[in-house]
């Protein structure tokens, strides 16, 4: 079955500090890909972060860098240096050999001043 | 990254009525759109894949005749919620892009009374 996971419906964190947020997937293609998406409360879905399932490197875009994990097939999103704008709803999704995504049901990450 | 706009951002209709949601891809052309639906602190769940010139393909579980998917030309789509009751009331999202980067609409909110 093909799904991704997020354990944490909520996180906090204290500003400027760094937070993880987990993400496990399971499927049977071979070529996949893996998103991270914010939504504020706004309700748009704001593009973080990407990895493919043959990028040998982590990828990484300003203070956002995902933990690939292969083997483990977990996909965590590392934000570092936390600021009161990152509060919002991170979703991790998985694109299919077919092109879908498939979200996970997403963290609520607060961070306090 | 690509724009993609939705229109419109929020309706209110009566039920039974019919609403019509329109997404387009401002600077690039999408021979595929994808159709989602979110439910208040709930994930997005894929409801139909929209192909440019041919028919949508939808999702288990998504009434084809209900959610009617028109993809006329290669920057717009468009969602006919057909009938509305209460219970489609909802946040839909469109997204279209590439096989590694999907850029989503912001989202129409519907309300059905």
């Known amino acids: 079955a093909q799904k991704i996971t997020q354990t944490q419906p909520g996180m906090f964190v204290q500003e400027k500090e760094a937070v993880t947020l987990d993400c496990t997937y399971d499927?049977?293609?071979?070529?996949?890909?893996l998103f991270w998406y914010k939504q504020p409360s706004s309700g748009e879905m704001i593009f973080l972060i990407y990895?493919?399932?043959?990028?040998?490197q982590n990828a990484t875009e300003g203070r956002y860098s995902l933990n690939f994990q292969k083997a483990r097939k977990s996909a965590n999103l590392v934000i570092s240096a936390s600021q009161l704008g990152d509060s919002a709803m991170y979703f991790c999704a998985m694109r299919r050999n077919t092109g879908k995504l498939i979200f996970g049901q997403g963290t609520t990450l607060q961070v306090k001043p | 990254g690509a724009v993609v706009s939705q229109h419109p951002s929020w309706v209110i209709c009566k039920s039974g009525t019919s609403v019509k949601i329109e997404c387009r891809s401002l600077d690039f052309q999408a021979t595929t759109m994808f159709w989602y639906r979110q439910f208040p602190k709930q994930s997005l769940m894929l409801m139909a894949t929209?192909?440019?010139?041919?028919?949508?393909?939808?999702e288990q579980g998504v009434e084809k005749d209900k959610f009617l998917i028109n993809h006329a030309s290669l920057t717009l789509s468009t969602l006919t919620v057909t009938s509305a009751h209460p219970e489609d009331s909802s946040f839909y999202i469109c997204?279209?892009?590439?096989?590694?980067?999907?850029?989503f609409g912001p989202g129409t909110r519907l309300t059905v009374l």
């Open positions: 997204s279209a892009g590439t096989f590694d980067e999907q850029f």
């Open positions: 990895q493919g399932s043959y990028d040998e």
């Open positions: 929209s192909n440019e010139g041919s028919k949508a393909t939808y």
């Open positions: 499927t049977s293609d071979q070529s996949y890909g």
